[in-house]
T-cell receptor, first 114, second 113 residues
Framework: DAGVTQSPTHLIKTRGQQVTLRCSPKSGHDTVSWYQQALGQGPQFIFQYYEEEERQRGNFPDRFSGHQFPNYSSELNVNALLLGDSALYLCASSTWPGAAYGYTFGSGTRLTVV | KNEVEQSPQNLTAQEGEFITINCSYS?????LHWLQQHPGGGIVSLFM???GKKKHGRLIATINIQEKHSSLHITASHPRDSAVYIC???????????????FGKGTHLIIQP
């Protein structure tokens, strides 16, 4: 039974570019949440998707957008990359609504903006 | 918004010692999560609990809902337990609706042989 799969594992982008990160949830899960973890910090909630809609959003600018597909997989898009966007991006899947049912985390995508 | 405080931030102990990590939060919750993160980033969920106590191997997690406090204990600690341990709770009390997690800053545990 595959857990949460994230791709790519590592990525280097130039300031101003756009990036797309991908997440496949654990089998049986229908909700995907995205988190940003800067070096030495705890993860910060970006947003959560369920039924192809954004259900909750953390304190992130509109440059951060997402999408969920009918097969429950999800993408995180970041436009106009800044150096400060360099971080580990974690995806977590769960059964709606998530908080009371537990999460499975992926290994993350390490994004470096130069 | 829920606020999470974890202590200690850093902990170095000798193999075999009993370890305790504490977590306090500010708003009532449906469940609290203890997570483990190794260098390289991947997060593993250790426990999700809403009351009482849970045990898995040498790990024990307790929660006191009235006091908004939880503890993670490791018995007979081993160098392979070295990792960052993170407490997480729902971002805000949403009564069953959508809820991301807010995380503590983590406890960096090193167990020396």
């Amino acid at each position: 039974d595959a857990g949460v799969t994230q791709s790519p594992t590592h990525l280097i982008k130039t300031r101003g570019q756009q990036v797309t990160l991908r997440c496949s949830p654990k089998s049986g899960h229908d909700t995907v949440s995205w988190y940003q973890q800067a070096l030495g910090q705890g993860p910060q909630f970006i947003f959560q998707y369920y039924e192809e809609e954004e259900r909750q959003r953390g304190n992130f600018p509109d440059r951060f957008s997402g999408h969920q597909f009918p097969n429950y997989s999800s993408e995180l898009n970041v436009n106009a990359l800044l150096l400060g966007d360099s971080a580990l991006y974690l995806c977590a899947s769960s059964t709606w609504p998530g908080a009371a049912y537990g999460y499975t985390f992926g290994s993350g995508t390490r994004l470096t903006v130069v | 918004k829920n606020e999470v405080e974890q202590s200690p931030q850093n902990l170095t102990a000798q193999e075999g010692e009993f370890i305790t990590i504490n977590c306090s939060y500010s708003v009532g919750i449906s469940a609290l999560h203890w997570l483990q993160q190794h260098p390289g980033g991947g997060i593993v969920s250790l426990f999700m609990l809403s009351s009482g106590k849970k045990k898995h191997g040498r790990l024990i997690a307790t929660i006191n809902i009235q006091e908004k406090h939880s503890s993670l204990h490791i018995t007979a600690s081993h160098p392979r337990d070295s990792a960052v341990y993170i407490c997480a709770v729902p971002l805000r009390y949403s009564g069953g609706g959508a809820d991301g997690l807010t995380f503590g800053k983590g406890t960096h545990l090193i167990i020396q042989p």
